[in-house]
Each structure stands twice: as C-alpha cells, then as structure tokens.
C-alpha cells in the first residue's frame, strides 16, 4: 500500500478500533452488572445499546448501497443482550475490514440515502464513518451514566485509554 494511501486509512482505522474496543468494554461490564440492575434501568440500558447498534447497521447498509428495512433508528422488538452483543462484534468487525478495503479516493466518495425519517441526505464515507464512531461514543457515555447511578463502574472508553492499553511497556 503505498504511503498517501496508508495515511488516508490511519484515522479511520484507529477510529474504528477504539469503537470495537469501546464497544466491547461496555458489552462486558454490562454483562457483568446486567442483573444488579432493576427492570427500568435494564430496559434504558438495552435502548441505548440497541439505538447504538441500530444506526451502526443502518449506516452499514448505507455505505454498502443496499437497502434497509429500519423504520426508526431502534429496533422494532427489543433484542436480547447476548443477541445484540455478538451482533455488534460483527458489524464493528465489518467496519474494520470496510475501512480498511476502502483507497484513499473512497473517504471523500459522496454517498446519498435517506434517513429512517425520510430525509434525504449525502454525505462523505468518511463522514459515514467518522459519524458512526462519534454516535457510539455519545451514547456509551449514556450507558456508562446509567451504571454510575447504581455505583456501578462503567468500562474505559476514552480514546487516550485505548492508546495506553496499547503502548510497549515502559511507554505512557
């Protein structure tokens, strides 16, 4: 891969792996604290997961140029934790692999589509990507809150977390 090329991937790439690995940090302190919430906040729990990885799938399906069948950014029935873990894992694994297909050229390609409330729109498959990356973090952070209020301790999302889980040893 020639070097203009690989810098054009570096953003989006790194992105995409603190949001798999955000993502995955939550699913895990979810999973572990699931049944020490009470119906309520288990219901606003799995909203929020589901709208996170609703318009993750709706954008997916937008960058691939196929059609979906969302009528609202949310699922129709409510899916079960475990379901929307590992289908999560999935699509973040897809856009690892997206990104990292795409040339240089593609993050600048528009991209036209309509949103769940028959909006038209376009935007860049960079946009796409750096939209869906920035969508998760919001609402992690509303997932983390909702652990907070039953003293529960949330995963690490922040970006300077992931690079420190990753620097050599002897780095900070």
Avoid at 17 to 34: H, M, P, S, T
Avoid at 85 to 101: I, K, L
Avoid at 122 to 134: A, D, K, S, W, Y
């Amino acid at each position: 891969m020639e070097i203009a090329q690989t810098m054009a991937h570096v953003p989006y790439s790194q992105l995409i792996d603190v949001k798999r690995w955000a993502d995955l940090g939550l699913y895990e302190a979810v999973g572990q604290n699931f049944e020490r919430l009470n119906p309520e906040e288990a219901s606003i729990m799995l909203r929020i997961l589901d709208h996170i990885h609703t318009v993750d799938r709706i954008f997916q399906h937008h960058l691939q140029g196929v059609p979906h069948t969302f009528k609202a950014p949310r699922s129709e029935t409510m899916p079960q934790l475990e379901a929307l873990a590992s289908s999560a894992r999935e699509v973040d694994e897809w856009y690892a692999s997206y990104v990292g297909s795409l040339a240089a050229s593609d993050f600048e390609q528009p991209v036209d589509f309509v949103f769940t409330s028959g909006k038209h729109a376009r935007m860049r498959r960079g946009e796409i990507i750096l939209h869906v990356c920035l969508h998760g973090t919001y609402h992690r952070g509303n997932a983390g809150a909702v652990l907070q209020l039953k003293g529960l301790t949330p995963s690490r999302d922040a970006i300077t977390d992931f690079l420190s889980e990753r620097a050599p040893r002897g780095h900070s």
